[in-house]
C-alpha cells in the first residue's frame, strides 16, 4: 500500500502557501503528499471567550475523517488555535499519533505589528508543518536549537531552526517510515 500524506485546508488559509507546504513535506518525510479537501464544523470548537478554536477537537476532527489510505492528515488554517493549558499554539499533534494541525494565524508578522512578508510566513509555516508531523513520528523537543523539532514559543524563534531534523531525529522518522 503507497503512503499518503493528506493537507486539509481549513477555513481558507493562504493558497500561496499551500503548494511551498505540500512539496516542503513530501521532500521531508518522503510520502506524497495531497491535498484532501472534508467539510469539518469548526464552529462547533470556536471558544467565544477566548476568540480561539481548540485545536485538540479540530484533531478528533480530522482522525474522524481520515482516509483508509492515509499515513498521517495534518490540518492547516489561518485560524487562532488554542489548548485549554496555553494562550495559543502554533500547532498541535498526536504524540505517536496519526494528526496533527498548523495555523499561520501567529505566524505572520502584521500579528506583532511588523510589515507583512509572505516567505518568512510560508517558510515558518512549512516548518511548524514539519514540527507537529515530527510528533506524530513519536519525536519531542529536542535540544539542538536548529533541529526542526526544537520547541519554539515565538515566531522568531521559529526562523532560527532549519526545515530539517538533526542527525538524531531524523534516525528516529526514519526509522518510522520504511
Same mark, same amino acid.
Given at each position: ?20 507546504? @505540500? ?5 521531508? #518525510?518522503?510520502?506524497?503528499? !495531497? /491535498?484532501?479537501? =472534508?467539510?469539518? *464544523?469548526? +464552529? ?53 499519533? @496519526? ?5 499561520? #494565524?501567529?505566524?505572520?508578522? !502584521? /500579528?506583532?505589528? =511588523?510589515?507583512? *512578508?509572505? +516567505? ?59
Amino acid at each position: 500500500m503507497t503512503r499518503k500524506l493528506y493537507i486539509v485546508p481549513i477555513a481558507h488559509p493562504r493558497q500561496e502557501n499551500l503548494e511551498l507546504l @505540500r512539496r516542503t513535506l513530501s521532500e521531508i #518525510f518522503t510520502i506524497p503528499a !495531497e /491535498f484532501l479537501s =472534508l467539510k469539518l *464544523n469548526i +464552529d462547533s470548537v470556536y471558544n467565544i471567550r477566548r476568540n480561539q478554536y481548540h485545536a485538540t477537537e479540530i484533531l478528533a476532527m480530522l482522525l474522524r475523517k481520515m482516509p483508509a489510505d492515509a499515513d498521517r492528515i495534518i490540518g492547516v488554517t489561518n485560524l487562532d488555535l488554542y489548548i485549554p493549558i496555553l494562550t495559543f499554539v502554533f500547532g498541535e499533534a498526536q504524540l505517536k499519533g @496519526r494528526a496533527a494541525v498548523v495555523s499561520c #494565524f501567529r505566524l505572520r508578522n !502584521e /500579528f506583532y505589528g =511588523l510589515p507583512a *512578508n509572505n +516567505d518568512l510566513l510560508a517558510e515558518r509555516f512549512a516548518k511548524e508543518a514539519v514540527h507537529e508531523l515530527g510528533h506524530t513520528f513519536g519525536l519531542i523537543h529536542c535540544e539542538n536549537p536548529t533541529c526542526v523539532m526544537h520547541a519554539s514559543t515565538y515566531a522568531e524563534e521559529i526562523d532560527l531552526k532549519n526545515y530539517q531534523f538533526c542527525p538524531n531525529c531524523r534516525a528516529v522518522v526514519n526509522s518510522k517510515i520504511r
